[in-house]
């Protein structure tokens, strides 16, 4: 069932959005040459509880930390730890606070120093991507049609698609229904209604799609170990088309 959330439920949503963001903000200063993920994971932390709020993912399912930090071939659900970054790195870090019993969720990857003209165009496609999809949310338009419009981008520069993993619903759980595919057959899926709120998050390898779990039985990694990228927005659907609840207001959108 998909949950449509009220305009108070929108507001404590709105706020956990403003963390996460903020918390993004920090740690985009903080990505540099030297610094471990273990640090930025007491970064993100340390902001997240001084605005009133928890990590959502600390001990979620037994994740031991507030953020998840997955370097170069590393998709997703990386440990934060001893790991120092170096330069030409890229750094996908995923943040989740809960505010009032709601989540706000967002995943951004960053460039250590300076990167790869390839590297920098997996970033730039992984953003437009989501920006791609987003620009189509509206009242009464299909949800897959959402997953074609990433798809298209990420194809069309000669990426690859993760399949494994997809987008989902939010809200006073962390995953809600509706999964959200990064592919799929515009025109169908459940049609988007006022209330929704959606985490919409592409996931994209230079090489191909295909990826594999380490042992920790947590962090995925690409199987042909090329560079992956991965951005996610919380976006809730308006009568007249979509907000992003996990920017901050000065921000501009791609």
């Not at 390839?118 to 992984?126: C, D, P």
């Not at 006073?172 to 959200?180: F, G, M, S, T, Y």
Request: charged share 20%; aromatic share 8%; net charge negative.
């Amino acid at each position: 069932m998909i949950i449509c959330k009220s305009e108070m439920e929108l507001r404590y949503m709105r706020e956990a959005g403003r963390i996460v963001a903020e918390t993004h903000r920090l740690m985009a200063a903080a990505v540099k040459p030297g610094i471990t993920t273990g640090e930025l994971d007491a970064i993100a932390e340390k902001y997240i509880r001084s605005q009133g709020a928890t990590p959502s993912f600390k001990g979620y399912n037994g994740f031991p930390s507030s953020i998840c930090a997955s370097v170069n071939d590393e998709l997703v659900h990386g440990f934060p730890g001893s790991r120092k970054l170096n330069e030409g790195d890229i750094i996908s870090i995923d943040i989740g606070a809960q505010y009032e019993g709601y989540h706000g969720d967002s995943a951004w990857t960053y460039g250590v120093g300076t990167v790869t003209p390839e590297v920098q165009r997996l970033l730039n496609v992984t953003e437009e991507s989501l920006y791609a999809g987003l620009a189509l949310i509206k009242p009464d338009v299909r949800l897959y049609t959402i997953s074609h419009a990433i798809q298209k981008v990420i194809e069309a520069a000669g990426f690859s698609v993760v399949r494994e993993y997809v987008g989902h619903g939010i809200g006073a759980e962390l995953h809600e229904e509706p999964q959200i595919p990064n592919y799929g057959i515009p025109d169908r899926g459940p049609r988007l209604k006022p209330g929704m709120v959606l985490a919409i998050e592409p996931m994209v390898n230079i090489g191909e799609r295909y990826v594999r779990t380490l042992e920790d039985n947590w962090t995925v990694v690409t199987q042909d170990s090329t560079w992956c990228a991965h951005f996610e927005h919380t976006v809730a659907v308006t009568e007249d088309g979509f907000e992003i609840l996990t920017i901050l207001p000065q921000q501009t959108e791609a």
